[in-house]
Nanobody, 122 residues
Framework: VQLQASGGGLVQAGGSLRLSCTAS????????VGWFRQAPGKEREFVAG????????YSEDLVKGRFTISRDYAKNTVYLQMNSLKPEDTAIYYC????????????????WGQGTEVTVSS
């Protein structure tokens, strides 16, 4: 499975972005997909995940109701809608897939996209 992450950019605090993670090579409808982020000098952290039945998992401390993860099976794409963005959301966002349930541990994922950069200005 090859993953392509896109949708990052520069946005002002309070703004929104929608990240996309599109799979190619094979359908990943049976895979769990997670979004992670890594800020400079910090460890990669779990943001949100969605399993093959579209059951969502969030890092509530990070998200606090601002982000929504969803998937479009027909387009082989998982989205991360990010609203009310804050400067502390600035990071490179990665999507990853695994052929099992959602895990908050990035080491459990076998497939990774290249990352898309999100910068939130104050």
């Amino acid at each position: 499975v090859q993953l392509q992450a896109s949708g990052g950019g520069l946005v002002q605090a309070g703004g929104s972005l929608r990240l996309s993670c599109t799979a190619s090579g094979r359908t990943f409808s049976n895979y769990a997909v997670g979004w992670f982020r890594q800020a400079p000098g910090k460890e990669r952290e779990f943001v949100a995940g969605i399993n093959w039945r579209s059951v969502n998992t969030y890092s509530e401390d990070l998200v606090k109701g601002r982000f929504t993860i969803s998937r479009d099976y027909a387009k082989n794409t998982v989205y991360l809608q990010m609203n009310s963005l804050k400067p502390e959301d600035t990071a490179i966002y990665y999507c990853a897939a695994r052929s099992s349930f959602v895990s908050r541990d990035y080491e459990q994922y076998a497939y990774w996209g290249q990352g898309t950069e999100v910068t939130v200005s104050s």
